[in-house]
């Protein structure tokens, strides 16, 4: 639970969630402010994550769903790491054949976890995000 621990001494994380199933983006905000991260915008789709980039939001870390409509989490983290995006981005899927889940991670990946995530993945997660 090291995120935790080093959270005690808050660090000002923005995150992006993008899920096109609002339970699960309900899911995982409150999983993050649970940990307390406040700072957080949703996206439904990955051309909406891929707009809010374009507007100028930068995150610390990106949820980002598989399956979703108009621009699925493989073209979109596709191309927000065309764009220069070097967000901690966290593939979320709740299933996958492996051929799946690796072109997913190939697309730019920093992690993946299976739907749902739970306090302890998304601690794995965070864990990962260098911030200065």
């Known amino acids: 639970m090291e995120f935790a621990e080093a959270a005690g001494g808050k660090r000002n994380i923005r995150a992006l969630v993008v899920d096109d199933d609002t ?4 899911i995982h905000c409150r999983l993050l402010q649970n940990l307390g991260i406040q700072d957080l915008d949703v996206a439904i789709n990955g051309k909406e994550a891929i707009d809010i980039h374009c507007s100028g939001r930068n995150f610390h870390l990106i949820l980002m769903d598989l399956e979703m409509p108009i621009i699925n989490g493989i073209e979109a983290t596709k191309q ?4 220069g995006v070097r967000s901690t981005i966290a593939g979320v899927s709740t299933w996958s054949s ?3 889940v690796q072109e997913f991670m190939q697309a730019g990946l920093d992690d993946y976890q299976a739907k749902p995530l739970t306090s302890a993945k998304l601690i794995s997660i965070l864990n990962k995000i260098n911030i200065k």
Do not use: V
């Open 80 to 83: 927000l790491r065309a764009m």
């Open 98 to 100: 492996e051929q799946r």
């Open 23 to 26: 339970t699960i983006r309900t």
